[in-house]
């Protein structure tokens, strides 16, 4: 049968039948006001849909912040928030993040952001300027830290808060120094003259771990042993590169020498944090460079070495002082966020003072707002913290420039080589320090173009 005749068509057949029930109604008007009552209904069930924020975090972290996060959407039920899980390497993070922001509009909502990527995105216009969002909620910035504020600041605008710190340093096994009698190092010789005490006479097998995969974490290394020599990588203030000096030199040195004296194992240089943890966490490993939060995995009720780890200021040259790589995470809006004002609470609340009090309890870092150093739940939870300021009063930031993530590779790639004999510290850091000056000049020409 022809379906023509079983389904009259709309409106010729349809529309005079309705004419022919009611005649003279405006039936035409009617259904325009019927479909439109319809989509209006549709706009008001969609506002009754909570909002989605979504925003990438590295996979170490996501646990980390499902506390917070659970919080936050019971008080909130109008916003979800969509966290994403992204790799474990910092600057892993970072590609996602820009190739989003490359290929036009980002889905993401917000950036939760590494201390050294804001003059990048901010240069780029692909976050907002928090500023008036800032003054008009009342929020006193003089109770952040200032170089964690001031790593979100570009020009004249502030584009990211602080949501938790971070420093480098190392992590010692206070049993094991007992029983060889010494005190914890505090130079690079006495670091591997304890390490190796410590493998030949105790029962850990390895020595040192630290981070030395070709990623961002083995720059942060690198940065505390050559301010331990008394070098540095880029002045910020002068933009002067100083990986071509010979405190660079002997830095390089110095992460391979732990390769070579067999205190660390070649495997480092397949080592993020996590993969430097698990050795030093089951009691394998004597020293161990990491972030703060490694003291509550350490200490955890099921960890081996639970009670016998110390924490310290990282090691130096003689006469030299230590440093401490700051790290640490915090929050930026998209400037291509369909909801900037549901973002924007999202980021009140995690750097509210409760939320990092809450957060930096149960994770052990170091809080971006200093009183929390001090709070008396804070120091029941942690005694360590007295330790743990001490080392913070070290913090070495890296080079605050748009080109960060060029200049950043361009290291990673040149101490890997070295740290895998494919060239010499020397040929190495002579290599690096020629791009990063090409690099920043590039960079000094667009800018007075
Ligand atoms: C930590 C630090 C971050 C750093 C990263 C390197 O997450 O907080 O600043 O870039 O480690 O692995």
Request: net charge negative; with cysteine; hydrophobic share 40%.
């Amino acid at each position: 049968m022809d379906r023509t005749s079983k389904w009259p068509t709309w409106p010729s057949v349809w529309g005079s039948q309705l004419r022919r029930w009611i005649p003279g109604f405006p039936w035409s008007l009617a259904i325009a006001a019927f479909i439109a009552v319809l989509g209006y209904g549709a706009v008001l069930l969609a506002q009754d849909q909570p909002v989605s924020i979504s925003f990438i975090v590295r996979s170490v972290e996501m646990d980390q912040l499902q506390g917070l996060i659970d919080e936050f959407e019971q008080e909130n039920p109008d916003i979800d928030i969509n966290l994403i899980e992204g790799p474990n390497a910092a600057d892993s993070v970072e590609n996602l993040y820009t190739t989003s922001f490359l290929l036009g509009d980002s889905p993401f909502d917000l950036i939760y952001s590494d201390v050294v990527w804001i003059p990048k995105f901010a240069a780029a216009g692909w976050v907002m300027d928090l500023s008036e969002r800032i003054e008009a909620s009342g929020l006193d910035l003089d109770s952040f830290s200032a170089a964690d504020l001031a790593s979100g600041r570009y020009q004249d605008g502030l584009y990211r808060l602080p949501f938790r710190s971070d420093v480098g340093m190392l992590y010692y096994r206070t049993d094991i120094i007992d029983q060889l009698g010494v005190a914890p190092p505090e130079t690079f010789e006495e670091l591997k003259e304890i390490a190796q005490r410590a493998q030949a006479e105790t029962d850990v097998d390895l020595g040192y771990v630290w981070q030395g995969l070709q990623y961002e974490g083995l720059v942060t290394n690198f940065v505390e042993i050559i301010t331990g020599y008394g070098g540095f990588w880029i002045d910020a203030d002068t933009l002067e590169v100083g990986l071509d000096q010979p405190e660079a030199v002997q830095a390089v040195e110095f992460l391979r020498s732990t390769i070579e004296t067999g205190i660390t194992p070649a495997g480092v240089t397949n080592y993020l944090e996590e993969d430097a943890l698990r050795p030093f966490e089951n009691g394998n490993a004597m020293f161990m460079r990491n972030w703060p939060y490694a003291w509550a995995e350490v200490n955890a009720e099921d960890s081996p070495v639970r009670g016998k780890v110390a924490l310290k200021p990282m090691v130096h040259a003689p006469g030299q002082e230590p440093a401490a790589c700051l790290g640490g995470w915090g929050f930026a809006i998209s400037k291509s966020t369909p909801h900037p004002d549901e973002a924007w609470k999202v980021v009140e609340f995690f750097t509210a003072r409760q939320s990092q009090k809450q957060f930096i309890i149960e994770n052990a870092y170091v809080p971006s707002r200093p009183d929390l150093f001090t709070d008396v739940d804070v120091l029941n939870a942690y005694p360590h913290y007295e330790e743990l300021k001490a080392v913070a009063e070290f913090a070495t930031p890296r080079p605050p420039v748009g080109q960060y993530a060029q200049l950043s590779d361009i290291l990673q790639r040149y101490l890997s080589s070295a740290l895998t004999n494919q060239m010499t510290a020397e040929a190495a850091m002579e290599k690096a320090a020629g791009e990063s000056r090409r690099v920043l000049n590039s960079g000094r020409r667009n800018a007075d173009a």
